[in-house]
């Protein structure tokens, strides 16, 4: 059994994703981090950067393995089932590089904006400059996936799983703000709606994730 350690937060829907595709044993434990509960010991013996999502398999053949840092999970996940990362050659780093880029690229700058548009005091200065970079990251991410289908080449992976709930947040959230710098990725819209027409994206997407 897997335990998930999670919270309705992009970063929080992409290890339910890859878990409802690869069809493991799992079980949820809800971390709210609107009352502070990813500072409480238990959850820190865990993660202790006190960010969700973080993992405790059961099924190791030993101890259990606790794993946090979502880029880490779906790595791990990936490698322990032999599935949606390849296990070597080009496909495989291209796609650690784009989970890396999502992870150091794409999730904070979206993030940020997020928070700059919702803050009670505006700063003019850091929205203009986290638009332009979710802007432009989302120009490259409309630049790859027209070129190929997924964002590892031919098959879709970890990759596709880690961007594809900031990338819905993005344009669900901050289509307002984003505007019309949306209506210029065409690929981009496309490649949403391939990910999120598979039934373990629609699981995964549909949980409620809060209390």
């Given amino acids: 059994m897997i335990t998930l350690y999670t919270w309705d937060t992009p970063n929080g829907r992409k290890v339910p994703i890859l878990l409802e595709e690869l ?11 609107g009352h502070d509960e990813q500072f409480a010991p238990e959850f820190l013996a865990v993660s202790p950067n006190n960010k969700i999502p973080a993992i405790v ?22 490698e322990k089932t032999g599935r949606f990362l ?43 400059r986290y638009t332009d970079e979710v802007d432009r990251l989302l120009g490259v991410l409309e630049r790859r996936v027209a070129e190929v289908p997924w964002l590892a080449g031919d098959a879709y992976g970890i990759a596709d799983i880690a961007a594809y709930p900031w990338t819905e947040a993005a344009l669900t959230h901050l289509g307002r703000q984003l505007g019309d710098r949306l209506d210029s990725k065409p690929a981009l819209h496309a490649w949403l709606e391939r990910v999120g027409a598979r039934p373990a994206v629609q699981r995964a997407m549909g949980l409620k994730l809060s209390k």
């Fill in 23 to 33: 069809g493991l044993a799992w079980q949820l434990n809800l971390v709210d981090i």
């Fill in 57 to 78: 398999d059961e099924d190791t053949g030993g101890a259990p393995q606790a794993v946090f840092e979502s880029g880490a999970i779906l790595s791990y996940l990936a």
């Fill in 86 to 128: 390849a296990s070597s050659g080009p496909a495989r780093w291209q796609a650690l590089e784009w989970l890396h880029w999502q992870v150091g690229g794409l999730a904070p700058m979206v993030g940020q904006l997020g928070w700059f548009v919702r803050a009670q005091e505006k700063s003019e200065l850091a929205i203009r």
